[in-house]
Structure formats: C-alpha cells, structure tokens
C-alpha cells in the first residue's frame, strides 16, 4: 500500500494543491486570496496535465531511426497556453479588484455585499418618495 502512495506523489500532491486551492476560494471572503487560491488550483490542474503526458522511459518525439518510447508533447504545449490565458485571467481578476477597491474602498466580500443591499434599500427608498 505505500509503495502505491509513493510511487504515484505527484498526484497526492495535485490533489493536496487543489484541495488547498478549492478552501481559499470558498472560506476566504477577501478577493485577492480567492484570485491566489484560483491561481493555486490551476497549478494543481497543470501538475496533473502535465503528470499524465510523461511516459517512463519516454523520449522527446524526434525520430532517429532507433525503436524508441516517446512521451505525448500535446499535454506540455497546452499547458504552456493554459499558463498564458492564466496570467491574462489574474491579471483581469486583480484589475478589477482595483476597480471594486476604488468603488467600495473594501475588498472584503462582506463589506461590499453590506453596502450593495444599503444601496438598494436607499434607491427603493428614493422612488417610494
């Protein structure tokens, strides 16, 4: 049973990250931990593309005439798109929280739904009159 644990870690360790990841996004009310959260568990979802694409024993796919095991290039070069998309989304993400910042001067999801609600009380006041 151990030698099973051991001999496959990296995906204990996918499934740490992204048990990790999933708690900072769902407990944390603060919005730059849930970005950093969702930022750890693409990490673990990388960790794991990447894992599957490695064959033991498993070349580069360059044909040199010999009998070779090769290992699957595909999941590596979606990966590296995956990481650009995801430093474009973070990079929106943290943007906008700059943006919410200026318009609530909180970045807490609790101050802002607070003062959501205030505002519409304050508006259903207003057409009342």
Do not use: C
């Not at 750890?40 to 593309?49: A, G």
């Not at 360059?62 to 995956?82: C, M, Q, R, W, Y």
């Not at 607070?114 to 519409?120: G, R, T, Y």
């Amino acid at each position: 049973m151990l030698e099973l644990i051991l001999a496959k870690y990296n995906y204990w360790i996918v499934i740490v990250l992204m048990m990790a990841g999933l708690y900072v996004v769902v407990a944390r009310g603060n919005l730059v931990k849930k970005i950093i959260g969702l930022n750890v568990f693409q990490t673990s979802v990388f960790l794991l593309y990447i894992s599957m694409g490695k064959v033991a024993g498993g070349t580069a796919p360059i044909l040199t005439g010999k009998d070779e095991v090769f290992s699957n290039p595909i999941p590596h070069v979606l990966i590296l798109t995956a990481i650009v998309v995801g430093i474009a989304t973070t990079a929106l993400g943290l943007a906008l929280v700059v943006r919410i910042r200026e318009a609530y001067s909180t970045i807490e999801e609790d101050e802002i739904d607070e003062a959501e609600s205030l505002d519409m009380t304050a508006d259903l006041a207003e057409r009342r009159r």
